[in-house]
């Protein structure tokens, strides 16, 4: 599962990306029975799932900057996923590429009526991401 951002180098201003489906987690919406629990004990390098990403997007293979250190887990079921976070790399954001593919970027006030799970992912990438 992957949560992905913009952060401006000069302004700090920080917007999330929406994929296509609404949803903040490019894996699609999130089911009712998921909620937040610890990242599993083996945790999965995001490079791939970043990979994976940047292709869907239309972005090159360096388009996107794993933050491997973010660490954070869903329970959906008996399942437990990781969630990694990825930043956009450049200085600007590339709103043509992700709206191509149905996506867009969202600030913390824009997501603000995203379900309540996203919503805690959100914060805490967003803690994360500020520091």
Known sequence: MLI?????PTSARTRFLRFAHGG?????????????????????????VLRAAAAHLGLPTDGLVPNARFRC???IGTQEEQVHLGQFAGIDPPFEQVEACGAQFVDMMQ??????????????????VLG
């Open 24 to 48: 903040i987690c490019d894996s699609g919406p999130l089911p009712q029975e998921a909620v937040l629990a610890p990242p599993p004990t083996l945790c999965a390098h995001p490079r791939m």
């Open 4 to 8: 992905l951002y913009h952060k401006h």
């Open 73 to 75: 887990g869903l329970r």
């Open 111 to 128: 997501a603000r009526r995203q379900p309540a799970l996203e919503l805690q992912l959100l914060r805490l990438a967003y803690e994360y």
